[in-house]
């Protein structure tokens, strides 16, 4: 059941509570960069951050836990969906275009400044979508008029030319019986981002700054807000099975699939009837070094019918610990857990009288989801490696392993309509005096991670937002900050040159 918000009137000095300014709660990227931004912003801020795992960026962040793909649009299908009309809709794509824009300009910055050590977080690694068949081609031409005609997406090429294909993506043409239309698109701009490393560099960083501690093996248990709205949090020191209490005037919950729980341990009325459905996935990971050679580009599908966002089949070029790798999926499939590392009873123990319902009704108008997951679950690996051979014709089992990968939760919210509706997105909760936040959802994620951040600030801080000092502060860290990079090409070029220069892409 839902925690009951209470006020705790006891001195928080008589206890003994530690005292901070900032408690972040997970130790991914999201965390990372509130946390960077904050300590960048007011360096004299107190910052205490709790992670339940032994290790920084164990759970989604991890490099083997996501697409690793730096999400801009330039090759997910699924952000350009094709209306009734034949036409193609592209506002996402340049929202999300813009959102990685702005991550590269602050990891441009953080670099410049010392703050990261390097850029080899970060790749180009050209993106491509390929389809088949006669619509399916017809829509992804439209899909790049519709694109390309923006500075954005500028130097994006299309081709139903088999040779040309073979040219872009090898691997994938050799052997293929060209029996109906193919056709692919093809950018430059595309990247490979190592989430995992970005964040333990950015973590290495917080951690070095004076008034800043984190905390592994530490469980955040329950939220408790005083009389004076500031947070009295509960941990337990897993390590040392000892228990300790914090008091902190702002709490970020950026936990993934766990800041569901931390939600409704907060109490905040703004939390209430939010509910959590979780996908797992799992990838064939090449084993053959020849292949993975051979393939040097990330190559997108369209989703099968159900499927969701995370879902989309793809034939990755990935870095994994600096080193090159080939990966196919991801596949999903259903676990009630809420975090790959968390426990079964994570779903039910969710389970509320304020979202039931929503739960009940969103499951309910998303059977195509349910089936599509059953599929998947059922699938056994020569299922898998049948998929796999619609982008390899020649493709052979000994080759590739299969890997289990990160766990996601999709939100689940009230709606006045259908009284419950899943989305696929990313979603901040705020409490209304600012003092609590929690970030849910999965997808685009961590590629938007400096944008919701951003956003966070926003609802959150938004006195300081005006000062002089933070206004100066952010534009020097992410130059854009009040531009439209889809409406200002020169500026917008600028800007990636800039980038470019020295994240040491292209």
Not at 349 to 373: E, F, M, Q, R, V
């Amino acid at each position: 059941m839902r925690a009951t918000r209470c006020k705790v009137a006891r001195s928080m000095s008589e206890r003994g509570v530690e005292q901070y300014d900032v408690l972040l709660i997970g130790a991914g990227i999201m965390s990372a960069t509130v946390g960077t931004l904050l300590k960048l912003l007011e360096p004299s801020l107190r910052i205490a951050l709790f992670e339940r795992l032994e290790k920084v960026a164990g759970e989604s962040s991890d490099a083997r836990n996501n697409a690793g793909t730096g999400h801009s649009a330039l090759c997910e299908l699924n952000y350009t969906p094709q209306r009734e009309d034949g036409s193609v809709e592209v506002k996402k794509a340049f929202t999300i275009m813009e959102a990685f824009e702005v991550s590269k300009q602050l990891w441009a910055s953080l670099v410049e400044r010392g703050v990261l050590p390097n850029a080899d977080f970060i790749r180009s690694v050209p993106h491509l979508s390929f389809v088949q068949g006669e619509a399916d081609v017809e829509f992804l031409r439209r899909r790049h008029d519709a694109l390309h005609a923006n500075h954005l997406f500028a130097g994006m090429r299309f081709s139903d030319d088999p040779t040309v294909l073979a040219q872009w993506m090898p691997l994938m043409m050799e052997g293929r019986v060209v029996d109906r239309p193919l056709a692919a698109t093809w950018s430059s701009l595309g990247t490979d981002v190592d989430f995992g490393a970005l964040t333990r560099a950015m973590m290495g960083y917080l951690q070095a700054q004076p008034g800043v501690r984190v905390f592994l093996d530490h469980h955040v248990h329950t939220l408790e807000q005083d009389s004076d709205q500031r947070w009295l949090v509960h941990v337990e020191d897993e390590g040392k099975d000892e228990h300790r209490e914090v008091r902190a005037r702002f709490v970020f919950i950026g936990a993934g699939g766990g800041a569901l729980e931390l939600l409704e341990a907060s109490g905040i009325e703004e939390g209430e009837g939010y509910g959590g459905f979780p996908v797992s996935g799992q990838w064939l990971v090449c084993k053959n070094p020849e292949l993975v050679r051979r393939h040097a580009v990330k190559v997108y599908g369209k989703a099968g019918g159900g499927a969701p966002p995370m879902s989309v089949p793809h034939l990755d070029r990935r870095f994994l610990d600096g080193k090159p790798a080939l990966m196919f999926g991801p596949f999903a499939g259903f676990s009630t857990r809420f975090l790959k590392e968390g426990s079964y009873l994570d779903l039910p123990a969710s389970l509320t009288i304020d979202n039931l319902l929503p739960l009940i009704s969103a499951g309910l108008h998303n059977l195509g989801l349910t089936k599509y997951l059953l599929s998947q679950v059922t699938q056994s690996f020569e299922d898998k490696c049948e998929a796999l051979r619609e982008f390899i014709p020649g493709a052979k089992g000994d080759d590739w392993e299969l890997q289990v990968a990160g766990q996601r939760v999709q939100v689940i919210k009230k709606a006045e309509d259908t009284f419950g509706k899943l989305e696929f997105g990313t979603e901040i909760i705020s409490a209304r005096d600012n003092t609590v936040a929690a970030l849910l959802g999965a997808s685009p994620g961590a590629s938007t991670a400096v944008s919701i951040a951003l956003d966070l600030l926003a609802d959150c801080f938004p006195d300081r937002m005006e000062t002089q000092a933070w206004r100066e502060g952010l534009a020097s860290l992410i130059p854009s900050v009040g531009h439209s990079l889809s409406k200002e090409p020169e500026f917008a070029a600028e800007m990636r040159t800039w980038t470019t220069r020295r994240l040491r892409l292209g």
